[in-house]
T-cell receptor, first 116, second 109 residues
């Protein structure tokens, strides 16, 4: 199946700093990429959908100025958590669509963010 | 509104069979997906149904009835490594995935 990488896998940062997470589709061109957040023992929560070369579409309640998304190419999307606070600590997962037979999403391995 | 329902938790015995149900109400339908997610890891794709009927893939099968808004994932010959959460997701009219909360499956020896 299609492979999606995500970097870093874990990050610990101080409150007030910014953190950038990269998501790459390694063997296919992703027409659309998605960013999810998952708190412990809860389901995936879609944060935003991004299409290459256009602005991301954010879900209700997600602050676009706090969670900056850039989808500059068909294989790379980045999520920057600006001025992170402890409540932003979560498991952030990206997924990409475009490499499968069923239009399915392929997920990156996730990034565990801990804000002290 | 859009809604996906699946049981929160199920327990089964190693070697047995388990069926995880999913019912949905969405604005439009462009297919139903099942994903497996182990604790602390990202989801992995298991199956896709867009037409009514049963899709079999090894020990896993997925069934869909569009008229009933219903699907199930059937796992046979359960192994300890099958302990995970199983997520049901429906692609709506905009091909946006609507996710269920997931079913945590516990396998006992």
């Amino acid at each position: 199946g299609a492979v999606v990488s995500q970097h870093p896998s874990r990050v610990i940062c101080k409150s007030g700093t910014s953190v950038k997470i990269e998501c790459r589709s390694l063997d296919f061109q992703a027409t659309t990429m998605f960013w999810y957040r998952q708190f412990p023992k809860q389901s995936l929560m879609l944060m935003a959908t991004s299409n290459e070369g256009s602005k991301a579409t954010y879900e209700q309640g997600v602050e676009k100025d706090k969670f900056l998304i850039n989808h500059a190419s068909l294989t790379l999307s980045t999520l920057t958590v600006t001025s992170a606070h402890p409540e932003d600590s979560s498991f952030y997962i990206c997924s990409a669509r475009g490499g499968g037979d069923y239009n399915e999403q392929f997920f990156g391995p996730g990034t565990r963010l801990t804000v002290l | 509104g859009q809604n996906i329902d699946q049981p929160t938790e199920m327990t089964a015995t190693e070697g047995a069979i388990v069926q995880i149900n999913c019912t949905y109400q969405t604005s439009g339908f462009n297919g139903l997906f099942w994903y497996q997610q182990h604790a602390g890891e990202a989801p992995t794709f298991l199956s896709y149904n867009v037409l009514d009927g049963l899709e079999e893939k090894g020990r896993f099968s997925s069934f869909l009835s569009r008229s009933k808004g219903y699907s199930y994932l059937l796992l046979k010959e359960l192994q300890m490594k099958d302990s995970a959460s199983y997520l049901c997701a429906v692609a709506d009219s905009n091909y946006q995935l609507i996710w269920g909360a997931g079913t945590k499956l516990i396998i006992k020896p």
